[in-house]
């Protein structure tokens, strides 16, 4: 049960759209549940060095189940886990990965924003994932 | 002068249209002209083991301006550059990467396409990077 | 659709029975469907120079779906895809490293072997995937 | 005098049954005194991440025979060894790492647990260690 062609365009879209919102050009990366790549995008203008922050946090995201910022609650000096951040060929943990749950909540993959402040790549990632939930 | 996101949007278009018509789920990545990667996609039931190949084909052509299988000659024992292969990290040198040239003939990136056989995935390279060619 | 530990449990057992009936004792690795450890045991006296390369072989086989000799066939100077053994972080291309699929055909992971001579590891990784086919 | 393969059974057979009487699957590695990988198994439903961080913590107790927690007090700011993290390709530093010494006392190898609360975690590992003590 991992994340189709469809739903990671529908993601991306989303993430786009929300980006373009806020006017700020980003980095989106979706991976599969098995933490393998399945689509990206940069939008044009985004910042080069954030490539890699997007593909580390929606890897994060992936490997854990959780907001890559969470990882960090549970990765810093006098967190449970001091230094987590390192395993896994290193991981990013700041706010812009999400997992990616279908509408029955099973965890598909994961979607991991860079290009703009922190809060904003927060902002997109969250979009991106409601893409794929039922709509009210 | 780099691939835009509509260009690199319109060479996976292209791509996955080629793979439909050939019946072989690609992994199809894009590369802007400083090598750093634009738009990626995996097509539903494609190998895991080609996203690296993609990947890595896709960056063979970008660094050369060359057809991957081009560096391929190149870099054979015999060849004018024997173990060319092993520079830049690695390189990918049988077909299936192709450069990107605007309609002016600028090198604005490269895509990188694996998933069937080599002959299949060169097939569906050149047709992904007819996108960015003048229709006659 | 990737393996349970119940099935994990079942390929090593055949790998453990197969590699006694033989007197060499050998490191199994199994993989799941993402290219992620799922068990793995090394046998008293297995050689160490080993581990790497069962779990070589299981990453060959589950990123391909192929046996890793047919993965060597494409990757070998004049195959259809000199150097496919540097992509992915490096490849293990001969034999002993199977793909698992369940009863109804799916790829649900792969297994490798290594601790003997080739013939010997392919011998043993062949009865460890037959663990998961109905019996005759 | 290292982990047999029946002493690496029995080590996971205990993690196994600790964590399924708390109800959290968890990746359990077993590595031998030579810091070697001996066994390895993921429950179903572990989570991904914790298969690195699993493999780190038995390689951390294997290195030094303590308690991968110890290792963390060492290697903190303001202890004796700030940085020692880092060192050995690095090393995983917070509890659910064990050393296994046989019923004489020696070190046989390490266990490493990943998958639930640090807590938990470190339960099921001294669980599984005690599996090769003799019972009062």
Do not use: C, W, Y
Request: charged share 10%.
């Amino acid at each position: 049960m991992s994340i189709t062609h469809a739903q990671a365009q529908a993601v991306l879209a989303a993430a786009e759209a929300a980006a373009d919102a806020i006017g700020v050009p980003m980095n989106i990366a979706v991976l599969d549940a098995g933490v393998h790549l399945k689509a990206f995008t940069r939008m044009d203008g985004a910042l080069l060095g954030s490539i890699d922050i997007a593909l580390g946090k929606a890897k994060t995201a992936a490997l854990f189940g959780f907001n890559t910022e969470v990882i960090g609650e549970f990765s810093k000096p006098g967190g449970t886990s001091p230094g987590l951040e390192q395993t896994n060929g290193g991981l990013v943990v700041f706010a812009g990965g999400v997992p990616l749950r279908d509408g029955a909540g099973g965890l598909v993959g994961a979607v991991g924003v860079s290009g703009g402040s922190v809060a904003q790549d927060a902002q997109v990632a969250q979009a991106a994932a409601a893409a794929l939930q039922p709509q009210a």
